[in-house]
């Protein structure tokens, strides 16, 4: 038996319920694994209320960090003992023991412990495809201004890092001067505060009028138009999440208007569709983990027990860098 959560219906925190369920042997293809940590993630608030809908009941929560209890038919990469770490559907990661599908389970690193596996795999990974893979068409080079929303939160922080690492001038905003002062200690060239200033007159101010090469926005509804208003010619768009809500329908002739831009939705899960694709973006993760030129910051723990307080934090913006649930 494992101590889990699950949903009944789509709704707000109070349809987190801890429940015991019994789990079985992995089948073909698939590992059992006891989690020592479990990763929070604003894709499981969009899965909670039905943005993303579940069939019901249903498990929550997409990463976490443990050791691996068996091995299914046909899985080579992964044995009974190893430590590992995932992002991965179906969703259910929060819970003691899980048999889930080992094709973007990782084995974890040595010198990276449980709870910074289990915090961050979804973050990391969307950081390394955002930076590396999500990009305009004229490239990103040194010196290239980019403008990150939600800096502070647990992408943001990593991406402020690895922007800085990568050479980029990495623009953020964020809700509060100390969230801005905690993005700025984290690698962003400039943070600005959109509940004080305009965004997109200070990113024309910081470029020179040029603007940037790519906006990456997690916030969606709050921040779409103004977003595109930061963008030089031929800039792109970049979304991959709906925390203000989703986007509203945009006339796509206003793209040419605004500069030939282009716009993404991109989402983490079709960048990891595949064992090899999954293993190389977690190794540069690992890497650059390791180097120490990206510090994965957890600002927030709570039992699973508390999950429906975490989940209240998580949706009032009280969260800064990373959350985990523990295990008891």
């Not at 290239?144 to 922007?163: P, T």
């Not at 603007?211 to 792109?236: A, H, I, M, N, Q």
Request: hydrophobic share 40%; charged share 20%; aromatic share 6%.
């Amino acid at each position: 038996m494992s101590l889990a959560v699950q949903i009944r219906q789509h709704g707000g925190p109070e349809e987190l319920h801890i429940a015991d369920v019994s789990v079985g042997e992995p089948g073909p293809g698939e590992i059992r694994i006891r989690h020592h940590a479990v990763g929070l993630n604003f894709i499981d608030v969009y899965h909670r209320t039905g943005l993303y809908p579940l069939s019901m009941p249903a498990g929550i929560g997409m990463e976490g960090a443990g050791i691996v209890e068996a091995v299914g038919e046909g899985v080579t990469h992964l044995k009974a003992g190893d430590r590992a770490a995932y992002a991965s559907n179906p969703p259910g990661a929060y819970c003691e023991v899980r048999v889930m599908p080992a094709k973007t389970v990782c084995r974890l690193p040595d010198a990276i412990s449980f709870e910074t596996g289990a915090a961050m795999m979804l973050k990391g990974l969307t950081a390394q495809y955002l930076l590396k893979k999500t990009r305009p068409v004229e490239g990103l080079q040194p010196g290239d201004h980019v403008l990150f929303h939600a800096a502070a939160g647990g992408v943001g922080l990593i991406a402020c890092q690895w922007a800085k690492a990568l050479g980029l001038q990495l623009i953020g905003t964020a809700g509060s001067d100390a969230k801005c002062q905690l993005a700025l200690a984290n690698g962003a060239a400039h943070a600005i505060n959109y509940q004080q200033e305009d965004f997109a007159a200070r990113v024309k101010e910081i470029t020179g009028g040029k603007g940037v090469k790519v906006v990456y926005d997690s916030v969606g509804k709050d921040t779409w138009d103004r977003s595109l208003e930061c963008l030089r010619p031929f800039g792109l768009m970049a979304s991959f999440g709906n925390a203000s809500g989703p986007v509203a329908p945009f006339a796509p002739g206003s793209l040419g208007a605004k500069g030939s831009l282009y716009v993404t939705r991109q989402t983490l899960f079709t960048h990891i569709a595949t064992r090899e694709a999954t293993q190389a973006m977690a190794d540069d993760l690992f890497k650059v983990v390791e180097s120490g030129q990206v510090k994965i910051h957890i600002e927030q723990r709570y039992p699973l027990r508390d999950v429906q307080q975490a989940h209240r934090d998580l949706e009032a913006r009280k969260t800064t860098g990373c959350t985990i649930l523990t295990l008891p």
